[in-house]
């Protein structure tokens, strides 16, 4: 079995996919709050109140072992069954 057969087993993402999923699941995020924000209400002349939205069910490009896998390194912290939100 060489290096590369060893990266990339079924069970343990390739470090390139963890990459990946970090860029697409932080996109997601910025545009979940970024919609949450441009509700009516949230203006210059309002309150002028943050998004409330910390966790989010990660992008579905991705297989469910590679978020595990992103909780499990410390990078994200799974809020529920399927939610997860950014370690900060």
């Known amino acids: 079995m060489s290096d590369?057969?060893?990266a990339a087993t079924p069970d343990q993402p390739s470090e390139e996919?963890?990459?990946l999923a970090m860029k697409a699941f932080r996109k997601?995020?910025?545009l979940t709050r970024l919609d949450?924000?441009?509700r009516l209400g949230y203006g210059p002349m309002s309150?002028?109140?943050k998004s409330g939205v910390?966790?989010?069910t990660p992008p579905d490009q991705f297989p469910k072992a590679v978020w595990r896998e992103l909780a499990r390194q410390g990078k994200l912290?799974?809020?529920s069954r399927t939610l997860y939100s950014?370690?900060?």
């Open 28 to 30: 997601r995020l910025k």
């Open 54 to 56: 910390a966790a989010i």
């Open 86 to 88: 950014l370690v900060e």
């Open 36 to 38: 949450e924000e441009s």
């Open 47 to 49: 309150s002028g109140e």
């Open 77 to 79: 912290k799974q809020e």
């Open 4 to 6: 590369s057969d060893a």
């Open 17 to 19: 996919d963890l990459r």
